[in-house]
């Protein structure tokens, strides 16, 4: 599993909403990184750097979703809505950034908000618990979307491996980063 911030250095010192938003988002892109990398490792087909960087958008929509679940009950409706545009914000840039170097010049930011924004839309369909997170039925949607992005040589396992090892884990590290970085004044 891959190490994420879970604490700040100075836990004294009171952090912005884009501070945390700021934190949580590299630890978004370190997990969404490691799952393409486990992929890769488990020998599953990525063939470009732009299938990498559809993996990529996809386990980030997802992470997103996650954060906004987690935090809704914890902040307001104008904390909730700060932050989660910035940790989105963060995420655009970053993507953009992938695209850029895999696939040229362009303006990808507003193509990836457009993606999350329906991803979060299906997602919200789903239930989620304060325990166990994700449910099973909305970790089976991760899946084949992640299956989509993915070569023709192993879609059908695919799925079967995102809902039983990727999903729980990036949702584990991504709560206990969560927790240990995101408070909101009342």
Known sequence: MVRVKNRWNQ???PRSLVQMANAVSATL???AADVVLNLENENFETATQGQRVDLLEELVCYLVHYSD?????RADENQRNEFISCLAGDMARLLEDSRIDVQG???YRAAFVDKLNRRCADYAGYSFSEVEGCSFAMRCRLGERVQ???????RRWIPDYIVGREAP????ALQRSLSGLVRFEA
Do not use: F, V
Request: no cysteine; charged share 35%.
């Open 169 to 172: 884990s990036i949702e584990t």
């Open 11 to 13: 836990n004294a010192a």
């Open 148 to 154: 989509d992005s993915m070569g023709e040589r192993d």
């Open 69 to 73: 679940r987690w935090i809704y009950p």
């Open 105 to 107: 010049d362009g303006e």
């Open 29 to 31: 892109w370190k997990l």
